[in-house]
């Protein structure tokens, strides 16, 4: 059974396992006519219903399957309106709906002693949260049995917050006060922390990482501007390595090929920091501990640093 509304076919392919049935819509593509025609659609007392079901579960009837679920298109339309104010198509809600509808008629029992409404009921509206909480956001905001209960409970919740506060002439913040946490996670069953981070998940927006160009051919700013971490670029993070063994092992070994005089002169010129954050000796002073003139020490370190870098250049 194929349902209609058109150009944005609410088509619920209800083929597999029911075939054989279609509702047509006076008007295509309106959803309001859609509406309207499944309120026409007759109700079905409880022997009739028992029939059906048993019928479908014995023999396989397609045709019991599709009355069941034409019978209750209508329980599908009613509860799907208390989920628009999500912000998505009154008519996806109602698509998906009508697949919990079918899900609920396949593995009905009619010796349970309840009524099909009662049954279908749970399977609707887990098609319609499984639906928005992978439509509502580009990333999804609830994977956790937790969390999930939160992005369903905590907006209502809060606005009925907002509603008290406004009854008792009194000013309501957007975000939620300590008190106010601590009813939703008692009342909810959850921690403290869960409401919170929810809370900031549900007042938060996706942002595009890599922006695509304006209208007027400028490049937009996005995150991935500064969010970018080039220090673990492997590339990156070779130069890193070679730069540090080149610091420790490199300079070690290099200093090992001068004099005990040039390895000291390079030392406290280059390679010592006093406490207060100063270089080591300067040249006068060492030129008078080794008794000549500091042109002489500036020499012997000229000629030791490039010693030096040969050494590095081999170590390399």
């Known amino acids: 059974m194929t349902i209609q509304t058109g150009t944005n076919t609410a088509a619920l392919a209800l083929a597999k396992p029911w075939t054989g049935t279609s509702l047509a819509l006076p008007a295509l593509g309106n959803l309001d006519a859609y509406i309207s025609a499944v309120n026409r659609m007759?109700?079905?007392?409880?022997?009739?219903?028992?029939?059906?079901?048993?019928?479908?579960?014995?023999?396989?009837?397609?045709?019991?399957?599709?009355?069941?679920?034409?019978?209750?298109?209508?329980?599908?339309?009613?509860?799907?309106?208390k989920y628009l104010g999500y912000g998505l198509p009154h008519g996806d809600l109602i698509?998906?709906?009508?697949?919990?509808?079918?899900?609920?008629?396949?593995?009905?029992?009619?010796?349970?002693?309840?009524?099909?409404?009662?049954?279908?009921?749970?399977?609707?509206?887990?098609?319609?949260?499984?639906?928005?909480?992978?439509?509502?956001?580009?990333?999804?905001?609830?994977?956790?049995?937790?969390?999930?209960?939160?992005?369903?409970?905590?907006?209502?919740?809060?606005?009925?917050?907002?509603?008290?506060?406004?009854?008792?002439?009194?000013?309501?913040?957007?975000?939620?006060?300590?008190?106010?946490?601590?009813?939703?996670?008692?009342?909810?069953?959850?921690?403290?922390?869960?409401?919170?981070?929810?809370?900031?998940?549900?007042?938060?927006?996706?942002?595009?990482l890599d922006p695509s160009p304006s209208d007027d051919g400028e490049m937009a700013f996005g995150p991935i501007a500064y969010l970018a971490d080039a220090s673990h670029e492997p590339t990156a993070m070779i130069e890193a390595h070679q730069r540090d063994v080149m610091a420790s092992d490199g300079i070690a070994t290099?200093?090992?090929?001068?004099?005990?005089?040039?390895?000291?002169?390079?030392?406290?010129?280059?390679?010592?920091?006093?406490?207060?954050?100063?270089?080591?000796?300067?040249?006068?002073?060492?030129a008078a501990e080794y008794g000549v003139s500091a042109e002489r020490i500036r020499q012997i370190e000229v000629a030791a640093m490039k010693k030096m870098r040969k050494s590095l250049e081999a170590f390399a």
């Open 42 to 81: 007759p109700m079905l007392s409880h022997d009739e219903e028992q029939a059906f079901a048993r019928k479908l579960r014995d023999e396989n009837d397609l045709e019991a399957a599709g009355k069941l679920v034409l019978s209750h298109l209508r329980l599908v339309v009613s509860v799907s309106r």
């Open 95 to 208: 698509q998906e709906g009508n697949i919990g509808l079918m899900k609920a008629v396949k593995r009905f029992d009619p010796d349970q002693g309840v009524r099909l409404v009662s049954y279908a009921l749970h399977w609707i509206k887990a098609e319609i949260h499984e639906y928005i909480l992978k439509n509502w956001r580009m990333v999804k905001v609830a994977t956790t049995k937790a969390q999930r209960k939160l992005f369903f409970n905590l907006r209502s919740m809060k606005q009925g917050f907002k509603a008290d506060a406004e009854a008792g002439d009194a000013t309501h913040r957007e975000s939620l006060s300590e008190h106010e946490v601590d009813v939703v996670a008692r009342e909810l069953n959850v921690k403290r922390e869960e409401v919170l981070e929810m809370e900031t998940r549900l007042s938060g927006g996706d942002v595009l």
């Open 254 to 286: 290099a200093l090992e090929t001068l004099d005990d005089r040039s390895r000291r002169i390079v030392e406290e010129r280059w390679l010592k920091v006093n406490d207060n954050g100063s270089g080591g000796m300067t040249l006068h002073e060492l």
